[in-house]
């Protein structure tokens, strides 16, 4: 485990924390006002490994050896200078801060960190981290990784489960959620939607498998799997008589056969590790909870209810509520994998990467 010291004077910022993976949804901007919750677990600490925040460069002033580089290979609109590394934790595991006035960028309905660092070491006055809390964000308190260091403390790390614990002891991500809005004339309200880390594992997925299509036709299993993948995949690749066929694979499940040409496959929550098999099939990563739930979907979701209910315990009451409207794949996480596709250089990805706005307003995304 680790504590996150200032690096100007070494005053403690954060509680004991242990390393997670970045999650996929970490930068999802979802919805319009909408309020959503933390984006890490209490006690968790994840690094993003690639440069974020600002300064920012636009696409035209970027040099096409550099872009290809740092792993981009279609254009994006602006490409950060900032540091690489970003530490993200719970908002609530950050201490020995105080929020800096001058730096409060956003209040649409919080922070947005654009000023930059946003909140400083209570005891020397170092700028050290970002709030983020603003409306449709993922509230996260963002550690700037040159403004301090990782340190060592006592206490074990969690254990790192193996796939076959994961199976028996993980959860899966329920695909339909409340969805709060900020508090209106009539008070808080929500509605019930697809849940946000499904279109972000989505779009990120859908990218692989655009990858791995070839430019023919993809098939996916039956289930709530078609209701998320085929529809975009049937509008946004060609018919042809030659279809490859994606299949659920992972831990527990079936040996692919010989034909499955991709496997939707997980991704470790701790560690980050693609689950691999053999063969030479493509490998399309799903979050650990959505992958689980695609593989055990649980045929009748909890209803929230006051008093210790038995976990797995399912109250007689009428199902959860879907969400009113066709799955669509979260945008900007399409786009920020597509770009780092090299596959995405064929010219039919790339003008789907280009009219990316296009599919969007025919409901695609």
């Known amino acids: 485990m680790f504590v996150f010291v200032c690096a100007g004077c070494g005053a403690e910022l954060t509680i004991p924390l242990s390393q997670v993976a970045l999650p996929v949804h970490a930068y999802q901007k979802y919805g319009n006002g909408t309020q959503l919750p933390v984006l890490m677990e209490s006690g968790t ?13 636009k696409w035209e002033e970027i040099d096409p050896d550099e872009a290809t580089a740092r792993g981009l290979y279609a254009p994006v609109y602006a490409l950060s200078d900032g540091a690489a590394g970003a530490i993200v934790i719970a908002p609530g595991d950050a201490c020995g801060t105080v929020l800096v006035p001058e730096k409060s960028g956003g209040y649409c309905c919080g922070l947005d960190g ?6 400083a070491c209570e005891a020397c006055g170092l700028p050290v981290a970002s709030r983020i809390d603003d409306c449709s964000l993922w509230q996260a308190v ?24 994961l199976v028996e002891e993980g959860e899966g991500t329920p695909p339909f959620e409340p969805i709060a809005r900020w508090g209106s004339r009539w008070g808080t309200s929500h509605y019930w939607s697809w849940s946000p880390q499904w279109e972000a594992a989505a779009g990120r ?15 996916v299993p039956d289930g709530l799997a078609v209701e998320v993948f085929q529809r975009a995949l049937d509008a946004l690749l060609p018919a042809g008589p030659s279809t490859r066929r994606a299949v659920l694979a992972g831990p527990g499940q079936p040996v692919p056969g010989a034909d499955a040409d991709i496997l939707l496959v997980p991704t470790h ?4 590790e693609v689950w691999t098999a053999a063969g ?14 695609l593989a055990r979907p649980e045929p009748h979701l909890p209803v929230p209810a006051s008093g210790g209910m038995p976990k797995g315990v399912l109250r ?14 979260d945008s900007g996480v399409f786009q920020d994998t597509l770009v780092r596709l090299p596959a995405v250089r064929s010219p039919w990805l ?15 995304f």
């Not at 990784?145 to 074990?156: F, K, N, Q, S, T």
């Not at 929550?269 to 980050?272: F, I, L, V």
């Open 45 to 57: 600490f994840a690094v993003d490994p690639k440069p974020s925040g600002p300064p920012w460069r």
């Open 114 to 119: 654009g000023d930059g660092p946003n909140m």
């Open 280 to 293: 030479s099939a493509y490998l399309v990563p799903l979050p650990f909870g959505v992958w689980r739930w």
């Open 316 to 329: 007689d009451d009428p199902p959860m509520p879907r969400a009113p409207y066709l799955f669509r794949a």
């Open 142 to 165: 963002w550690l700037v990784p040159d403004a301090v260091r990782r340190l060592p403390v006592e206490g074990a790390d969690p254990a790192t489960l193996s796939w076959e614990e």
């Open 350 to 364: 790339r003008a789907i990467s280009d009219n990316l706005m296009q599919h969007m307003r025919a409901g695609l």
């Open 269 to 272: 929550p701790q560690t980050g």
């Open 205 to 219: 997925a859908l990218a692989h498998l655009l990858a791995a299509s070839q430019g023919g036709p993809v098939t």
